[in-house]
């Protein structure tokens, strides 16, 4: 047979590869309009409630991007987004939401406990651990400086 | 008849007395859609989930080929079966249905040629006279247990594959089926499948009452708790949409003029080339099918020339291309192969390599060559179906991707 340091070469150099300027304009376009959707959201919650700080204003918008990423997995549409935009719907909090909800929806069946409660973080328990480590660091960092 | 270091030749004859197959809409789509017996227009079946509804694929597909092979329920002596669920739970619930012994097999995409070739061995010595031979895989199933939930909206890479929804079962045999038979079987098909049906679910439900339950009408093994709820969705669902819920039909019509034997195999050994990228199971498993194919024509003397259609199992466009190149290392090129994975989805269904998965090489022998053959088209063929050996974890702790191919050979001749 053939040397399988050869083949592995061979592998490398012939297997189909991601087409990467066309991945990262899908990315950059939905990614974008992700954003810029976010931004209306806020400019919206600060035309109806002018009394509230601008703080606040940002974390609704955010619960509602999470809401609308939440409610588009539930309906089957935000895989199909993510089929074509890769990152661009995977970076903005709309992909953090799709992350818990496809698979508190994929281990429904096993259950409340043993498939949602437990199955929910699979994917996103990465993110949730880095982020609560790098918010003790920041926050150290923060009391000392 | 063991015939050099991993070859045998059958002693007598075993004949393919019948085939089944069962797939799911997107595969009915695809381009062996007419070739099937079923094509299920909802891939959950009316059940609450896709393993669930892998295990009822697996089930009727067995008990289809049971009937087309004119036996009862109790008529097969082994049923040899494997699919890519944990624990191949699909072939193991869906054997709580019939009354054989089982023997549960596993080698990924290659089970359906390993159940072939104990198939063959056991019905070759004696053992047995009937034997089942079946594999199911399902596209929602397979990408939970080996990847990620299917609303997540990650990218597929352009290596990787479409793990087809389909479950497949051979009837081998040592008695010759005639054509009487034939057309007795095709045309009771329905009555039989029905008394089939009927006559398990009475035993599930003597058993039930025992304990002060009784037996469901869909699936004979439903608990009573909460039928009720279950009762009404099916009730609905027959009134709503009525498609999700059918059952098991075959071509009246069709007669065969030729009948498939299998006159051997070659067993295959693990190979493992250092492949890692788990999207990329064409790689990890052209090794096998070359060393397995260069085996075989070792152990029998035989050329590639010697069979009409050389069929690799699921290895994919890439997977096909390093085959090809493994092979004219070798020295050995090929104009007679095909491979069912790269042939099964149409290019716009965008499955990138195509399909793979236990049921993708079973169903298209099963539902396309088989019946090629049995129409004469083809005389000799060798099936190597090829199955790549990982589970969710090894590539996790930096395991590579071994690749296992086993091979059968089928022949036809005509009935006379």
């Known amino acids: 047979m053939t040397d399988k340091a050869e083949y592995r070469a061979f592998v490398k150099r012939n297997s189909p590869k991601s087409p990467m300027w066309r991945s990262l304009f899908a990315a950059f376009v939905v990614g974008g309009l992700i954003c810029m959707a976010g931004e209306g959201v806020h400019d919206a919650i600060s035309a109806l409630f002018p009394a509230l700080p601008d703080e606040d204003v940002g974390s609704w918008t955010t619960v509602v991007m999470i809401f609308v990423g939440a409610f588009l997995t539930a309906i089957g549409v935000y895989d199909k987004i993510g089929r074509v935009a890769g990152g661009g719907s995977i970076i903005p909090i709309t992909g953090f939401a799709n992350s818990v909800v496809s698979p508190a929806l994929e281990y429904n069946r096993e259950g409340v406990f043993f498939g949602i409660c437990a199955k929910m ?25 | 008849m063991r015939a050099g270091r991993q070859s045998f030749f059958a002693e007598h004859p075993i004949y393919l007395r019948s085939s089944y197959t069962i797939v799911g809409p997107k595969e009915g789509d695809g381009n062996f859609g007419d070739r099937f017996d079923t094509v299920l227009p909802d891939d959950l079946w009316g059940e609450r989930s896709y393993e669930k509804a892998e295990s009822k694929m697996h089930r009727e597909a067995v008990r289809g080929a049971v009937c087309l092979a004119g036996c009862d329920a109790d008529g097969i002596d082994v049923c040899l079966a494997g699919d890519l669920l944990n624990e191949i739970s699909a072939s193991g619930l869906a054997m709580r249905y019939f009354k054989s012994p089982f023997l549960g097999l596993y080698n990924a995409c290659a089970t359906f040629a390993e159940a072939v ?124 949409r009525p498609a999700s819920l059918i059952e098991p039909d075959c071509d009246l019509a069709y007669r065969r003029t030729h009948i498939v034997k299998i006159t051997g195999g070659t067993l295959g050994k693990v190979t493992d080339f250092g492949i890692d990228d788990e999207s990329n199971m064409g790689g990890a498993m052209a090794p096998a099918a070359a060393d397995t194919l260069i085996a075989h024509l070792e152990d029998t003397g ?92 090894t590539p996790l702790q930096k395991e590579n991707i071994p690749g296992i191919a086993h091979a059968f050979t089928a022949e036809s001749e005509p009935y006379v």
């Open chain 2, 117 to 240: 070739i104990v198939g063959s061995a056991l019905i070759d010595c004696g053992m047995a006279r009937t034997a089942a031979c079946s594999s199911s895989s399902h596209f929602a199933s397979a990408e939970r247990q080996y990847r990620y939930p299917l609303e997540l909206g990650n990218q597929r890479t352009p290596t990787s594959q479409w793990t087809v929804t389909g479950a497949g079962c051979s009837v081998l045999s040592s008695v010759r089926p005639t054509t009487e038979d034939d057309e007795e079987c095709r045309t009771h098909f329905k009555e039989k499948m029905k008394a089939m049906r009927d006559e398990c679910m009475r035993a599930a439900s003597a058993e039930d009452s025992e304990c002060g339950k009784g037996g469901g009408i869909e699936n004979p093994f439903a608990k009573r708790g909460g039928d009720a709820l279950e009762r009404m969705k099916h009730k609905l669902l027959r009134t709503l």
């Open chain 1, 121 to 145: 973080f699979v994917i996103a328990g990465p993110i949730i651990v880095f982020g609560i480590v790098a918010g003790i660091l920041v926050g150290v960092l923060g009391l000392i400086g």
């Open chain 2, 302 to 393: 035989r050329t590639p020339g010697y069979y009409d259609a050389i069929v690799t199992g699921d290895l994919g466009r890439f997977g096909t291309e390093a085959f090809c190149y493994l092979l004219s290392k070798e020295g050995i090129t090929l104009d007679n192969h095909f491979d069912c994975g790269a042939g099964f989805f149409k290019p716009e269904q965008k499955t990138f390599q195509g399909g793979s998965g236990a049921g993708c090489v079973n169903v298209v022998f099963n539902g396309h060559i088989a019946k090629r053959m049995e129409r004469g088209e083809l005389g000799r063929v060798l099936v190597i179906a090829t199955g790549a050996l990982l589970n969710k974890d």
